[in-house]
């Protein structure tokens, strides 16, 4: 079975430090990984995805994060954090097959102050 | 706005009511899922679509909830003889499956209280 452990329930930084969101997985095979993003009020966002080759993927709004084979980590990075990133971040995974089932972490909430 | 929406965007029943929510995803994504979250947890996966098919539904769904997806493009969700432990957001999500386009786009949610 797959899972996925976010080890932090909350992260502060404070703004114009970098940031770090932990993710660790478990899945069979290798993995397809994601960051998503949930602002008060709306829906999951997309942020950034691993499929495969380069270890560190950028995505949207300055993040990146690097998927570490060794430590089955995938851990949400950014170099300056701002006020409006504030926000409750989701990791998942899923095995790279064409299996749709994606399973979700419970979340690391992540508050920027200035 | 993801261009995944759903409705109702809130729905209060009587516990032993009937309801059903309905998606409507990107247009030209062939996959379609349905989770359910509650507060303090990340999503939990319910079932997917791939066209009109159901490929998976979890062990957890019981079989009071059934999903459809007609003609392959919007789906609904229906729960029967409600309980107040569905009170929970229901969330829809669509992706395309060609070309590495795994990640999922969310509609907003369908917020449900039990009473």
């Excluded at chain 1, 950014?78 to 409750?88: I, W």
Aim: positive net charge.
């Amino acid at each position: 079975a797959q899972s996925v452990a976010q080890p932090e329930d909350q992260v502060n930084v404070a703004e114009g430090n970098p940031l770090t969101v932990k993710c660790t997985y478990s899945v069979s095979g290798n993995p397809y990984l994601f960051w998503y993003v949930q602002y008060p009020n709306r829906g999951l966002q997309f942020l950034l995805k691993y499929i495969t080759g380069d270890n560190l993927v950028k995505g949207s709004y300055g993040f990146e994060a690097e998927f570490n084979k060794s430590q089955t980590s995938f851990h949400l990075k950014k170099p300056s954090a701002l006020v409006s990133d504030s926000a409750l971040y989701f990791c998942a995974v899923r095995p790279n097959t064409n299996a749709g089932k994606s399973t979700f972490g419970d979340g690391t909430t992540l508050t920027v102050k200035p | 706005d993801t261009g995944v929406s759903q409705d109702p965007r809130h729905k209060i029943t009587k516990r032993g009511q009937n309801v059903t929510f309905r998606c409507d995803p990107i247009s030209e994504h062939n996959r379609l899922y349905w989770y359910r979250q509650t507060l303090g947890q990340g999503p939990e996966f319910l079932t997917y679509f791939q066209n009109e098919a159901q490929l998976e539904k979890s062990r957890l769904l019981s079989d009071r909830f059934s999903a459809e997806r007609p003609k392959g493009s919007f789906s609904t969700l229906e729960i029967q003889r409600t309980e107040q432990g569905d009170s929970a957001m229901y969330l829809c999500a669509s992706s395309l499956l060609t070309g590495g386009n795994y990640e999922q786009y969310f509609g907003p949610g369908t917020r449900l209280t039990v009473t």
